[in-house]
């Protein structure tokens, strides 16, 4: 499932196949378990995953950190919403 990391990448981060599939297995294992339903206006759109695979041809290590820090920021606003329901 590491299929999308370009080799350059395995090579510049010295990821080895089994351990990068360890820790997909494991950051999907935790969202799964995590069971969080945000609602359709929090999710990522195509354009927004388009922009972001633009990002990772040139520069991954950004385009990854970025979407992390855009879900973390969904979350919140997401939870904020909820909480004034």
Known sequence: MIEHIPEREKRTLGYQEEKAMTTLEKIRQYIERTKVDNGRHYDINIKEMLDLA??????????VSLAFEYGRA???????ARATE
Do not use: D, F, L, M
């Open 74 to 80: 969904k979350g919140y606003r997401a939870s904020k």
């Open 54 to 63: 633009h990002v990772a041809a040139e520069t991954p290590i950004e385009a």
